[in-house]
Structures are given as C-alpha cells and as structure tokens.
T-cell receptor, first 117, second 115 residues
Framework: AQKVTQAQTEISVVEKEDVTLDCVYE???????LFWYKQPPSGELVFLIR??????QNEISGRYSWNFQKSTSSFNFTITASQVVDSAVYFC??????????????FGTGTRLKVLA | ETGVTQTPRHLVMGMTNKKSLKCEQH?????MYWYKQSAKKPLELMFV???????ENNSVPSRFSPECPNSSHLFLHLHTLQPEDSALYLC??????????????FGSGTQLSVL
C-alpha cells in the first residue's frame, strides 16, 4: 500500500539549532516523485522541493537540504541554523502513477516545527 | 501569494445550513483539487477536476457537492453537514493533473466549523 509516514508530530528547537524532519514512504511504483511542502500559519501549503525516484542526489538550497535514500525509503529534510520564520507545519508527499492517468498525491500527517527565539 | 484564492477564510454553519466555498486560480492551470485537512490526519483528497471534468471522487459523502464551471473556478457546495466535517478545506491547482510529479499550488483554505 502507498503510504507516507512522518513520525515526528511536533519538534521544538531553539533558534540557530539544526533540525531534521523525517519522512518514510511506501510505494510499489518504480517511478515516483517525492515532495516537501511548508504550511505557515497563513494556511497555504508552499512547495519546497520535488525529487524523482531516479535521482538520489542530495540537494541543498540555502539553509535547506534534503537527503533521499531509496535503500531506506526515506526523504529527510534538514534545516540548518533554524530561524523563527521556519516555524510551520511541514508535509512530505508522494506522487505516483495510476492506470487512469491521474497522478494523486499521498501526504503524510505533517510535522509541526516550532523555532523558539 | 500563490495565485490561488479561497473565500471565505472562515465559515461557521449549522447542520441544516447550505453554504458554498469558492476557489479561484489565476495561474492558467487546468487541474483543480479539493483537499480536507483535519487535525493529526494526512491531507485527504476529495475531488479532482481536469479541464472542467471531474476525474476523481474519493468516496466523499454526497453532502459535499463540487462544481467546476471553468478551469479557473472551483466550488464546494455544502449541505446538512455533520460536526465531524469541521476542518480546513484547501483548494489547489496544477498545470494539467495528468502529468506525474506536478507541483501543486494551494490556497490559504477555508476553516469550517459545523455546529
């Protein structure tokens, strides 16, 4: 069954600390996409990154970095030197194929990150 | 500003009321989605429209009725809801909806409370 697990419900860190948000997924597809979205208090989910199943290169974007490991079915997200503005709910998601041709997202339950000043 | 606008931001309704949620996207996308976000649960996909045609109904109760008059507008008509329907309802859009790995663009949602 397709599934995305974010075991960490809530994390609190002090500003400038590094923090890693975990994501573990299950899929039978050989081709799939993984995503991270950020949901600030304003409510809208904002796209952060997309990674396809054939690209296991880690990616760094400023203070954000992502570690994709197919061997452990994980796609973890690290924020370096966290800031108060990073406080939000972060969702990991999996997009895979269906025979109908409509590709659905499967979201995790989200991790609420609180960065304290 | 994601280019997807939802109204109203907050809605309180009784179980016998009829109300509608509205979503509008200014991105030129052809696919639009309704998601339900409840506390401690994954986002639940409710409906998908591609080029105004409904392509997905994820076993949603008939008290939720979607309408997509054109590719830019999406409505969710609500009637005789239950208290457990209280949640954040998110609208999203994407370029096509049939392309694997598309990014979704979300609105800020409507926080619905059913009394």
């Amino acid at each position: 069954a397709q599934k995305v697990t974010q075991a960490q419900t809530e994390i609190s860190v002090v500003e400038k600390e590094d923090v890693t948000l975990d994501c573990v997924y299950e899929t039978r597809d050989t081709t799939y996409y993984l995503f991270w979205y950020k949901q600030p208090p304003s409510g809208e989910l904002v796209f952060l990154i997309r990674r396809n199943s054939f690209d296991e290169q880690n990616e760094i974007s400023g203070r954000y970095s992502w570690n994709f490991q197919k061997s452990t079915s994980s796609f973890n997200f690290t924020i370096t030197a966290s800031q108060v503005v990073d406080s939000a709910v972060y969702f990991c998601a999996l997009s895979e194929g269906y025979t109908s041709g409509t590709y659905k997202y499967i979201f995790g339950t989200g991790t609420r990150l609180k960065v304290l000043a | 500003e994601t280019g997807v606008t939802q109204t109203p931001r907050h809605l309180v309704m009784g179980m016998t009321n009829k109300k509608s949620l509205k979503c509008e996207q200014h991105l030129g996308h052809n696919a639009m989605y309704w998601y339900k976000q409840s506390a401690k649960k994954p986002l639940e996909l409710m409906f998908v429209y591609n080029f105004k045609e409904q392509t997905e109904n994820n076993s949603v109760p008939s008290r939720f009725s979607p309408e997509c008059p054109n590719s830019s507008h999406l409505f969710l008509h609500l009637h005789t809801l239950q208290p457990e329907d209280s949640a954040l309802y998110l609208c999203a859009s994407s370029q096509e909806g049939t392309v694997r790995g598309e990014k979704l663009f979300f609105g800020s949602g409507t926080q619905l409370s059913v009394l």
